[in-house]
């Protein structure tokens, strides 16, 4: 069987420049339309966060307001039956009650998975890129030739990643994240700790986005998978499944 690993944001807060803490955690559409359709397609899937720690879930990504702001204009309104099917699965998922600690895992146990998912939320930028164990875990995948996916702001994982030169390993790489265009629009712009996008290309990646803002966009180039939004993650749990079908 098929297993994968979701690597998840334990944080509650982002802290911001100007020393606020703002509340926030993972998206729940980035969490949950993925995680079904590896179900569906019959998968064994794992949560983990730092600490082992339940992770939170952004309020925003259960607002209407907030959903209806974050797909592309024109797309299909299901935002509140989609809202509500969210609150479910979130609420009754053991998984996210007692994820798997990143610390206890091994590269052993990493080489048991035939992919793994970074899911995102702005809170992914609190603790994703500075905690030690999960970058470990993200090189280990690396290092094993993985498959490998990062939706939206999971991407912040990716930043401290370097091989035994000191070099970014995925520099030349295409690759999507939420983009400057969209961090401008929210209520968070100028006082973010970093723009991913902008961290990205600094690293050296071939940094590409949607046409339109808050399109779904998704870019594989060979085993990593990004997609760049909440609206992306249909469109990237697709890709995924296709891509560890067809190495299987």
């Known amino acids: 069987m098929t297993r994968v690993l979701i690597l998840i944001t334990k944080a509650k807060e982002l802290g911001l ?14 969490f949950v339309v993925p995680y079904e359709r590896f179900v569906e397609a019959g998968w064994e899937v794992d949560v983990a966060t730092i600490g082992g720690e339940r992770p939170t879930v952004d309020e925003g990504s259960l607002s209407l307001e907030r959903v209806s702001a974050t797909r592309p204009a ?10 509500e099917h969210y609150k ?13 600690n990143l610390a206890d895992l091994t590269r052993e146990q990493i080489a048991g998975y035939d992919g793994v998912y970074l899911s995102g939320g702005h809170g992914a930028m609190q603790d994703m890129p500075h905690d030690p164990d999960m970058t470990r875990v993200v090189r280990h995948v690396l290092e ?16 401290p990643l370097r091989d035994s030169h000191g070099r970014w390993p995925l520099e030349g790489y295409r690759m999507v994240a939420f983009s400057h265009d969209e961090e401008l629009v ?9 723009v991913l996008q902008v961290e990205l290309e600094r690293l050296g990646a071939k940094y590409e986005k949607a046409e339109v803002i808050w399109g779904s966009h998704v870019v594989e180039d060979r085993n990593l998978l990004t997609g760049q939004n909440p609206y992306s993650s249909t469109e990237l749990a697709e890709a995924f499944v ?3 079908d067809n190495v299987r």
């Not at 797309?75 to 039956?81: G, L, N, R, Y």
């Not at 094993?144 to 912040?156: I, K, Q, R, T």
């Open 17 to 30: 420049l100007d020393g606020r803490m703002h509340a926030s955690g993972f998206w729940a559409e980035e």
């Open 74 to 83: 024109g797309s299909p309104d299901h935002d509140v039956q989609n809202i």
């Open 88 to 100: 479910k699965v979130i609420g009754s998922l053991d998984k996210l009650n007692h994820p798997l």
């Open 144 to 159: 094993l030739d993985l498959p490998l996916a990062a939706v939206c702001h999971g991407g912040s994982a990716l930043l």
């Open 186 to 194: 929210t209520d968070m712009a100028g006082q973010l700790p970093f």
């Open 242 to 244: 296709r891509k560890l």
